[in-house]
C-alpha cells in the first residue's frame, strides 16, 4: 500500500498485524437529490468465496454495503446511479450478490445505470497480466447485460448533470474517473486510488499496486494543487478513520489534510 516508501517511515501513520497487513476501509459515498440517489462506488462486498476472503483480511462474510444503505432506508433496488470510479475488486465487487457455494454471481442494484470510464472499462476486459487479478471475470459480462452500462469519456457527461465533474486519472489504473461534485463550501473530489487515505496525499507516497507511480505522482500534484486553490476536499475511499478532509499546503509546499470528517451523515456539500 505504500509502494517503496519504508515501513519506518508508514508506520508512523498505520500499524501491521502479523502478517504485514493494515486496517482499509472499502467506503462508498451516497448522495441524495430530490429525485435520484447517486451512489459512488460499491466497495469489496461479499462475493468472495472464502479461501480468497481469508487472503485479503476481509472481516465480514455478509454485505456490508447493503447493511449500512437499509441503516438509511435504502434499498439497493432505489438506487438510480452507480458511479465507479474503476473495475478492481475493491470498489466494484460490491455490485455482486454474496458468495454462496455453486451459485453462479448476480449482479445487484436492478434500477441502477452504471457510469464508468472508456478506458477503464476497456482495461477491465483486457487486463494486463500484472493487474488482471484485480478484476472480476464475470461483472464485465454481467454489466453489459444488464443494458444500463453508461460509458463515458470526457470531463462531464449529461447522464450526471452540471454539478458533477470527471478528473480522469491513469497513475493507478488506465481511465480511473475522480467525481468532482459541486459544493457550496468548495468541491468534494472522489479521490479513487489515486490517494485513498490521509498517507497518501503526501506527494510522493504511492501504492504497489499503481501501473504508473510516476504519473500518479504528477496526477496527484495537479489535483491537490487545484483544491488548494479552490479550497476543494477529498473523500477517500480507504482511510479505516476520515472518510473526508481538506487539503492544505504549507509554506514548504507539502500538502497535507485538515477539518477531518470520520462520518458524513447528513451533509450538505
Known amino acids: ?54 487472503r485479503f483480511g476481509v472481516n465480514e462474510s455478509h454485505h456490508v454495503l447493503l447493511e449500512n444503505l437499509a441503516l438509511l432506508g435504502v434499498h439497493h433496488g432505489d438506487i438510480d446511479i452507480v458511479v465507479l470510479s474503476h473495475l478492481h475488486f475493491d470498489h466494484a ?10 451459485t453462479p454471481l448476480r449482479l445487484l442494484f436492478p434500477s441502477a445505470t452504471f457510469v464508468v470510464g472508456e478506458a477503464a472499462y476497456e482495461r ?11 478484476f472480476i471475470p464475470e461483472l464485465t459480462d454481467l454489466l453489459t447485460a444488464s443494458g444500463r452500462l453508461h460509458i463515458v469519456s470526457g470531463e462531464s457527461d449529461e447522464l450526471l448533470g452540471p454539478r458533477y465533474r470527471f478528473h480522469i486519472s491513469n497513475g ?4 480511473m474517473l475522480l467525481t468532482e461534485i459541486e459544493g457550496s463550501m468548495g468541491p468534494i473530489v472522489f479521490a479513487g486510488d489515486l490517494i485513498p487515505g490521509r498517507p497518501w496525499v503526501h506527494r510522493s507516497i504511492t501504492m504497489g499496486y ?23 476536499r477529498l473523500f477517500f475511499t480507504h482511510d479505516p478513520s476520515a472518510a473526508m478532509a481538506r487539503v492544505t499546503r504549507d509554506e514548504r509546499g507539502r500538502y497535507g489534510s485538515t477539518a477531518i470528517e470520520d462520518v458524513l451523515d447528513g451533509l450538505v456539500p
Do not use: Q
Open 210 to 232: 499503481d501501473r504508473f507511480p510516476e504519473l500518479l505522482v504528477e496526477e496527484k500534484v495537479r489535483l491537490l494543487d487545484n483544491l488548494v486553490e479552490r479550497n476543494g
Open 93 to 102: 465487487g460490491g455490485l455482486l450478490s454474496a458468495y454462496e457455494p455453486e
Open 172 to 175: 493507478h489504473t488506465p481511465g
Open 1 to 54: 500500500m505504500f509502494g517503496n516508501a519504508p515501513k519506518a517511515l508508514w508506520e508512523r501513520w498505520v500499524s501491521a498485524d502479523d502478517s504485514n497487513r493494515i486496517d482499509l476501509a472499502c467506503r462508498a459515498l451516497l448522495v441524495r437529490e430530490a429525485d435520484r440517489l447517486i451512489l459512488f462506488e460499491a466497495g469489496i462486498g461479499a462475493f468472495f468465496d472464502p479461501t480468497m476472503r481469508s
Open 124 to 134: 477491465a476486459l483486457h487486463p494486463h497480466p500484472r493487474d488482471k487479478a484485480s
